[in-house]
């Protein structure tokens, strides 16, 4: 099952949810607000491989270091 991402229009809180099929969104609600009105955000997906290669390291916030919610600034 795939699991979609979402972002409330009304409170702006993103959140993902595991669906069997996306039809089944149209009963979605945002888990803050409770309100139906959800965008479909593009995601981003990891894979990992077998080699013994390092990996390079993340990014980080030039204002802090890291930040502590990554839509802030978009950094990480």
Do not use: W
């Not at 993103?14 to 593009?42: I, W």
């Not at 390079?56 to 950094?75: H, K, Q, R, V, Y």
């Amino acid at each position: 099952m795939p699991i979609y991402e979402y972002r409330c229009q009304d409170c702006n809180t993103k959140f993902e949810k595991l669906l069997r099929r996306a039809a089944d969104s149209a009963q979605l609600v945002c888990p803050s607000c409770g309100r139906s009105h959800l965008t479909l955000q593009l995601s981003v997906f990891a894979a990992h491989t077998a080699s013994s290669a390092q990996a390079a390291p993340a990014p980080c916030c030039p204002n802090s270091g890291t930040c502590p919610d990554a839509s802030l600034c978009g950094m990480n």
